[in-house]
């Protein structure tokens, strides 16, 4: 495993497929992130203005670098439909070398 310090995975929830592969086809294209993952049919349970809420939505998982991270903060909100889409970066300590190699290839430069 290799040690890295500029690369984050964000999550971010979307209310649809169609949605989540809108933003993660433009932030790949971009070359913003170099890889999102989507996970159909996640259950969410949220207060949002005093009620209790339940929604399914996609969940996305997107890699890319600390650099690019309030660029595709403004990609989201400009192609997501929510008020406030939630966005949480995690920062990524180590990765395979081959996976980072290819990751760093990928993004802009």
Not at 51 to 74: G, H, Q, W, Y
């Amino acid at each position: 495993m290799k040690k890295i310090e500029n690369f984050n995975i964000l999550i971010c929830n979307t209310p649809n497929i169609e949605n989540a592969k809108l933003i993660a086809h433009n932030l790949v294209k971009e070359k913003l992130a170099a890889c999102v993952n989507l996970f159909n049919g996640m259950t969410s349970i949220y207060e949002w203005e005093g009620n209790i809420e339940e929604e399914t939505e996609v969940t996305m998982l997107i890699k890319s670098k600390s650099e690019f991270l309030n660029l595709i903060e403004e990609r989201i909100i400009e192609l997501h439909p929510y008020d406030t889409p939630e966005i949480i970066e995690l920062k990524v300590v180590s990765s395979n070398t081959k996976y980072f190699e290819w990751m760093n290839g990928v993004l802009k430069n």
